[in-house]
């Protein structure tokens, strides 16, 4: 039997533990959504990361030259005092 989720007044909806269990989704995780042609919607799992060695690279500009944690840091205490 399919679950039942009820919506609220503001358009809201609250999943199941069962359904998040089933997707294996935790507090700080998120879901992905995909709208189907024939009106149904498709929920998958979109963990976030969890370990900061995942962000390797994130910052990374293709062309830009490296910089230095000293610059970084005289860059981050020029912002504190405005």
Known sequence: ????????????????RELLRHLGIGPGDRIGVTLMPDGKVE?????TAHDIRTLRGALKRPGAPPVALEDMQHAIEQGRRG
Not at 2 to 16: C, D, F, R, Y
Request: glycine content about 4%.
């Open 1 to 16: 039997m399919p679950l039942e989720l009820t919506v609220t007044a503001k358009g809201q909806v609250t999943l199941k």
């Open 43 to 47: 929920l998958t799992t979109a963990h």
